[in-house]
């Protein structure tokens, strides 16, 4: 391949070492991989023998055949060569998941105290054997052929396999312009990225298959936007998150392909997809883009079920936003229901309300059957027959996994044929009485069926309060109570540690995102290294959570908060 030597020789003697300089990220040539399970947690001294590799890229795809960083159309690759555009200001680093850098990473949490370990997760550095890459796709926007894309801020700084031998992509968002940045800066605001930071990490606290966050870095830098299209340009500060996820291959990676034509690339990009993240797929089976697809209908279903088990509405629903490992990525106007609202829409720039968390389950329909059209050049007329079929088995896939996440937050075992009633019942009422979703979920866990038994709600027991004033309460309770009794050798104590095992007492509501972002602005980041520890133990009541009233009912303020996909 023509670029390979061009890509070595920068490696070794061009931008890597100018930006590397003498000492830091680059180790010495001949240093060797530990094999997996064997690597240590490297600290601050020995960070310089901690290396990323992009071998497993580059040697499968071409890359983009323009070496110049400017916005253009781009064919016949998978990435563009591009690296990260250090700040010009100083930059600090103010937060980091310990988790991940000792878990995912093999590095001493030591390390953020170092020079090297600053420059690397801000761009500044870029480690011995890798290349940046920024990933060319495309997507469905809102419902429409949106064309090229692209990571238009974010680079892949490689790709590092830890001690568990997992593999694990490292990317960088908000670290400067690509030939995807269509007309954009490519830099990323405090106030995005702080809210990135906190809720990659805690939905994985919850359970819930998500990319990773390791830093937040925030510099001087002056970055513009217009937060809520309105005319009102504002300065914030620049930031950068140092995320990570198996693979950051999504549905518009494959459209891309399709629509430009270039089925060759499109069958090895699946190809090594399916070899690198889905193993119970052989590669010589003629029908593995068929297994392939119908892993990922099934794994989405299961994906946007746990978003609705947590009251979590994403916010932007594109194909170009949606994982082919059914993970959750791309953070920008998410948001957690406070009071249970099917119509609940976390995005002001939502003018169509398409993205309203009611809707998220029929979005997903939507993708998947995006995701087959691009694969459809690839199958073979029987197979796609099968194929629709599969996408037609998508909502009971949906419905299935959803009734057992509720029948779960309601602490029933067993069947009964009552079991989805009583789950709409209870939904009814919280929608009537606009009862908080997830106190609601947390006080049944807490409360004692007794308690229930003679409708004695605790007055602290906020959400049920709200409930009780619905005139069908009592029946529901009723009815609740009968089911629970059906649940043989269960014990009315089992049954609330079970429930408090899967209902959070506290999510990452937008206005304790909110409030850590303002103290960010004043260079205040006790509240986001507060709630960074919180979320880690969402289902355990924290003396710290509760002072700082994380399970109390959101200020009145909170009502008037607005996201957008500004960012």
């Not at 297994?291 to 209908?297: L, R």
Request: a neutral charge; proline letters at 4%; one cysteine or more.
């Amino acid at each position: 391949m023509w670029w390979r030597p061009w890509l070595l020789a920068c490696l070794a003697w061009g931008r890597v070492a100018a930006l590397c300089g003498s000492r830091g990220l680059c180790p010495a040539p001949n240093a060797s991989r530990p094999e997996p399970g064997q690597c240590p947690r490297r600290r601050a001294a020995e960070l310089c023998a901690w290396a990323l590799s992009s071998d497993s890229l580059l040697d499968i795809f071409p890359v983009d055949t323009i070496q110049e960083n400017y916005v253009r159309n781009v064919r016949n690759c998978i990435f563009s060569v591009v690296y990260p555009t250090p700040f010009k200001s100083r930059v600090r680093l103010v937060a980091v998941s310990k988790e991940v850098l000792e878990n995912i990473l093999d590095l001493d949490i030591s390390v953020k105290g170092s020079s090297d370990f600053l420059e690397f997760v801000s761009g500044g550095k870029v480690t011995f054997g890798s290349v940046p890459l920024a990933h060319r796709y495309g997507g469905h926007q809102f419902g429409s052929w949106a064309g090229q894309l692209g990571d238009g801020r974010a680079h892949l700084i490689g790709v590092y396999t830890n001690r568990h031998g997992e593999r694990w992509e490292l990317q960088l968002k908000g670290s400067g312009k690509t030939p995807y940045s269509r007309n954009g800066d490519g830099r990323a605001v405090l106030r995005s990225s702080v809210r990135e930071f906190l809720c990659s990490e805690a939905m994985h606290y919850l359970g819930i298959p998500t990319s990773r966050a390791a830093s937040l870095v925030v510099s001087d830098d002056d970055v513009w936007r217009d937060q809520f299209y309105n005319g009102n340009l504002k300065k914030e500060r620049g930031a950068i998150v140092l995320r990570l996820a198996k693979s950051w291959f999504r549905i518009g990676s494959l459209e891309i392909l399709a629509h430009s034509g270039e089925l060759d690339l499109l069958r090895r990009l699946l190809d090594f997809i399916i070899l690198e993240h889905f193993p119970s797929i052989a590669m010589n089976d003629s029908n593995r883009y068929l297994e392939f697809f119908s892993t990922v209908v099934s794994e989405t279903a299961n994906l946007i079920s746990l978003w609705m088990s947590v009251g979590f509405a994403h916010g932007v629903c594109n194909t170009d936003n949606f994982s082919l490992l059914s993970i959750t990525i791309d953070y920008g106007p998410f948001g957690f229901m406070d009071s249970y609202d099917p119509n609940f829409v976390p995005n002001t720039s939502d003018d169509e309300r398409r993205y309203k968390i009611g809707n998220q389950a029929s979005v997903g329909l939507f993708n998947l059957s995006k995701l087959l059209q691009a694969l459809k050049p690839l199958l073979d007329p029987r197979q796609k027959q099968l194929a629709s079929q599969i996408l037609e088995g998508y909502g009971e896939h949906y419905y299935s996994r959803f009734t057992e996440l509720f029948k779960t937050k309601l602490g029933l075992l067993g069947e009964n044929e009552n079991d989805n009633y009583l789950i709409a019942f209870l939904l009814k009422i919280m929608e009537d009485t606009k009862a908080d979703f997830t106190m609601t979920f947390r006080e049944l866990s807490e409360i004692t069926a007794d308690q229930l038994k003679e409708l004695h709600i605790p007055e602290d027991f906020w959400a049920l309060q709200d409930l009780s004033k619905h005139k069908l309460f009592s029946e529901w309770v009723t009815m609740y109570l009968l089911r629970l009794n059906s649940n043989n050798g269960d014990s009315d104590a089992k049954r609330r540690a079970r429930m408090a095992n899967v209902n959070p007492r506290y999510i990452l509501r937008n206005w304790m995102a909110e409030s850590a972002v303002q103290k960010a602005n004043l260079n205040d980041f006790s509240e986001v290294q507060l709630l960074e520890q919180v979320l880690q133990h969402p289902f355990q009541r924290q003396e710290a959570a509760e002072r700082a009233g994380y399970s109390l009912p959101p200020p009145a303020w909170a009502k008037h908060l607005k996201v957008s996909c500004s960012s």
